[in-house]
């Protein structure tokens, strides 16, 4: 009986130790889940949190050089893209007023001086004498012996009183209390009317006599009639260098020596310009700035001229000078005609641009009407003087029916001519028969002419330059 109930305990005994076991099992699990737990949760507190640190840079010697790190900044003013200057050089553009002068005589009227007859007291008391306004202070009477330093008779006034007593002061005195203030006839009025500028030379009787050895031109043309035109003007060539002589033995920039002459008897004879031929001048003259018109001719030696030369005349001609050019050869690719043209390029830069003038242009009507350009030698094609047997250039037988110039800011500033007219000037009325002559040059002396009153009367030219001067300085104000 003792065995049967002993039997079923080990089983029990089995299962209280799994138990134990299970415990210590889950407890060590637990213990290294929450071992790892704190270990993964520390790690990612440190891997997410920065630590301060000091940067360092270390680079290799060999072969380099070191550098600084940029750790400094500094603050630099601005890099402008267009430079630019504080103070810049002003430019000034020239503008000039027209006026119209007249000289015109001025009517004046004679005024009869109106004779006042002195009053009857006056008369009387004439044959005393009279003195400063002291007189009657040393006086005080009529004669000597009444001399004396007291005032008996008072001091006398001519015109006013000075105090009570009589009329002139202190009593009548030397006048005998007469007035002699002087009596002004009031019917005399002043009938010049006061005018201003232009007005006011004429009123003065001032012409261009006034101004002939203040200006090198002054020339003036009435509106109403552009057939009357009056002043004077000063002629001068532009002397130029040349390699060689012309073949009728002159120099190039005089090869028609009576071409000037000419033109200058035939504008005197026709209007009242009175033309002095002053000479020549060159590019490098001061003088140069102070012409209004100069006159270039040539005819086969070629331009010579220095750079210092070319800029002088484009200064020139930027100020208001007028060149009229005329080849004399009347060939456009001769030497001449070539190196002149160089030599306007040279002064006037990308300004030289040779513009064919149209038959309306106010050149053609200043003084004659013309429906172009009067014929030159181009059109006659006579034959060319030499002397002494010298060879002449044959010409190319070309007509150039037109005249060219160059503008400067609206206003004609050269007029250059390939046909010839200082050869027409000069030459035709010498032409032998044989050669078909003697050649009528009328026209191509109008057109001179024309030529001179254009240059004078050109809005923005030296001469109107001097026109404006004039009459602001006499400008009334």
């Given at each position: 009986m003792s065995e049967s109930t002993t039997a079923p305990a080990a089983p029990r005994i089995?299962?209280?130790?799994?138990?134990?076991?299970?415990?210590?099992?889950?407890?060590?699990?637990?213990?290294i889940a929450a071992g790892m737990h704190l270990i993964l949760t520390f790690s990612f507190r440190v891997a997410t949190t920065e630590r301060a640190h000091e940067a360092s840079v270390q680079a290799d010697g060999d072969g380099y050089d070191l550098v600084e790190p940029p750790i400094r900044f500094e603050l630099r003013a601005p890099r402008l893209a267009k430079s630019f200057s504080v103070s810049k050089t002003p430019s000034y553009a020239q503008t000039f007023t027209p006026r119209e002068i007249k000289f015109t005589p001025t009517e004046v009227t004679r005024v009869e001086q109106t004779t006042t007859t002195p009053t009857a007291r006056a008369s009387a008391r004439g044959n005393r004498t009279e003195g400063s306004i002291f007189y009657g202070a040393l006086t005080g009477g009529a004669g000597a012996a009444e001399a004396s330093w007291g005032i008996p008779g008072g001091a006398v006034a001519f015109g006013r009183s000075l105090s009570a007593g009589g009329r002139l002061g202190w009593g009548e005195g030397q006048t005998g209390g007469v007035d002699f203030q002087p009596d002004i006839a009031d019917d005399i009025v002043n009938l010049r009317g006061g005018g201003t500028g232009l007005q006011t030379m004429r009123d003065d009787l001032v012409d261009y006599t006034n101004f002939s050895d203040r200006f090198e031109g002054f020339v003036v043309q009435d509106r109403t009639n552009k057939k009357k035109i009056s002043g004077h003007l000063n002629f001068y060539q532009l002397r130029w260098r040349a390699s060689k002589s012309e073949p009728n033995g002159e120099d190039g920039w005089n090869v028609y020596p009576r071409a000037l002459p000419a033109l200058m008897a035939y504008a005197?004879?026709?209007?009242?310009?009175?033309i002095t031929l002053s000479g020549n001048v060159r590019l490098d003259d001061q003088a140069l700035f102070s012409i209004p018109i100069i006159i270039m001719m040539g005819q086969t030696a070629a331009v010579q001229y220095t750079p210092q030369e070319a800029k002088n005349?484009?200064?020139?001609?930027?100020?208001?000078?007028f060149l009229f050019i005329d080849d004399g050869f009347a060939n456009i690719p001769g030497a001449f005609n070539k190196s002149s043209r160089a030599l306007l390029k040279d002064a006037l830069g990308y300004d030289a641009e040779f513009e064919r003038l149209q038959s309306k242009h106010q050149l053609y009507h200043s003084w004659e009407d013309?429906?172009?350009?009067?014929?030159?030698?181009?059109?006659?094609?006579?034959?060319?003087?030499?002397?002494?047997g010298s060879a002449v250039p044959t010409r190319f037988n070309e007509r150039y029916p037109y005249l060219e110039g160059i503008f400067l800011n609206g206003r004609l500033a050269v007029l250059y001519s390939s046909k010839g007219y200082t050869h027409a000037w000069s030459e035709w009325r010498f032409v032998s028969s044989a050669n078909g002559g003697p050649l009528d040059n009328t026209r191509q002396l109008h057109f001179g002419i024309n030529i001179i009153v254009y240059a004078s009367t050109a809005k923005g030219g030296l001469m109107d330059q001097i026109r404006a001067k004039v009459a602001s300085e006499y400008q009334r104000k």
């Open positions: 089995q299962l209280g130790q799994w138990k134990r076991t299970y415990q210590k099992m889950f407890a060590l699990g637990f213990l005197m004879d026709s209007t009242d310009i009175k005349l484009g200064k020139w001609l930027r100020a208001g000078g013309f429906d172009g350009p009067p014929p030159g030698l181009d059109n006659a094609n006579v034959p060319l003087t030499s002397v002494g």
